[in-house]
């Protein structure tokens, strides 16, 4: 196992900076035309992903979900083959195929199934196990995905052979313009609880209480100790997707007060933050250049040819 050096706070602050700018970007390169389809953007819960991620072992598997980038970046995707994908450029993720929901890279997988992808990482998880590799499944769900029955049946077999998956419930508190207010009865630790899958809770925008809490989930499931949960409460400050909101603006406005960004970059002198506020703004500038500037991804070559005769 290979143990980690100690949280660098500059390094934090890149990674949540790197997320935040791309997903601004993404806006508002859709509200001027440069992509189609849609897109769910991470604005606001860059805290999670890099608190969580920065907890990983080279092989580990990190599976996501629809709203991905976030997650997709903190595991070290490029930027640029990001936004490629996005235009659907040859040069994208997954060479201009995938779109902003299906982001495949060494062992990242992201699916816009909700809850479908709870049972592939469970899949993957006993894998491991099987292969004694000592890798482990970093898997993310969203509390909209509490609805979906095949999580229970995925949980219930994580737990049942002990299987080496993190679980990492992102709770931003809608799904889609749904609140859990009116969506989810009872707890969300307690249907980890349920399942004897023990689980950490955290309100927090702070990423180092974030990392440390993911820290020691991640050694117990790395010992061997079965699966693990975290449940973060966070919030998402954009839409949706693009312009799906129907939250009370007041409320966006009290939880923007609680940024992950400004409170982390406290941490930072001004001239470190101004750096790296520079560096960042710079590798996202390149990225859509670089991506807009690719080929189109070929239709002739989206589908292999089938043969119905
Ligand atoms: C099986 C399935 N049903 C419905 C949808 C449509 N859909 C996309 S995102 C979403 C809400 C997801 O909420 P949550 O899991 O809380 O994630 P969040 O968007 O809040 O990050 C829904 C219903 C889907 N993608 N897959
Ligand atoms: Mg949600």
């Known amino acids: ?72 970046l903190a595991y070290g995707g490029s930027m640029h083959t990001l936004a490629a994908e996005l235009m659907g450029r040859e040069t994208g993720v997954t060479g201009g195929r995938g779109g902003s929901q299906h982001v495949m890279w060494k062992d990242f ?22 292969h004694r590799r000592g890798r482990i499944v970093f898997a993310f769900l969203g509390d909209g995905t509490l609805g979906e029955g095949v999580v229970y ?28 207010q009116i969506n989810l009865a009872g707890g969300i630790s307690e249907r980890f609880n349920a399942f004897a899958i023990p689980t950490d809770e955290a309100d927090t925008v702070d990423v180092l209480e974030i990392n440390s809490i993911a820290r020691f989930a991640v050694a117990s499931v790395r010992a061997g100790e079965g699966p693990r949960a975290l449940v973060l409460h966070t919030y998402r400050y954009a839409p949706h997707s693009k312009g799906d909101d129907t939250r009370d603006p007041q409320e966006v406005i009290r939880y923007r007060k609680r940024d992950p960004l400004p409170f982390h970059a406290k941490r930072l002198t001004s001239d470190f933050r101004r750096q790296i506020d520079s560096e960042v703004e710079a590798e996202v500038t390149e990225a859509f250049r670089q991506a807009q500037a690719d080929p189109l991804a070929d239709p002739a070559t989206l589908t292999p040819p089938v043969d119905i005769s």
């Open 1 to 72: 196992m290979v143990s980690h050096p100690p949280v660098d706070n500059q390094e934090l602050y890149r990674q949540m900076l790197r997320i935040r700018r791309f997903e601004e970007k993404v806006l508002d390169s859709y509200s001027k035309g440069i992509f189609y389809g849609t897109t769910h953007t991470y604005i606001g819960q860059e805290a999670d992903a890099v608190g969580v991620l920065t907890c990983l072992n080279e092989g580990d598997i990190v599976v996501s979900n629809h709203r991905c980038h976030g997650h997709f």
């Open 109 to 130: 997988y992201a699916s816009g199934i909700l809850g479908g992808t709870i049972p592939l990482a469970v899949g993957m998880a006993y894998a491991e196990k099987a």
């Open 153 to 180: 049946e995925s949980l219930n077999m994580a737990s049942l052979w002990r299987l080496p998956v993190l679980f990492i419930l992102e709770n931003n508190r809608y799904a889609q313009t749904t609140s859990i």
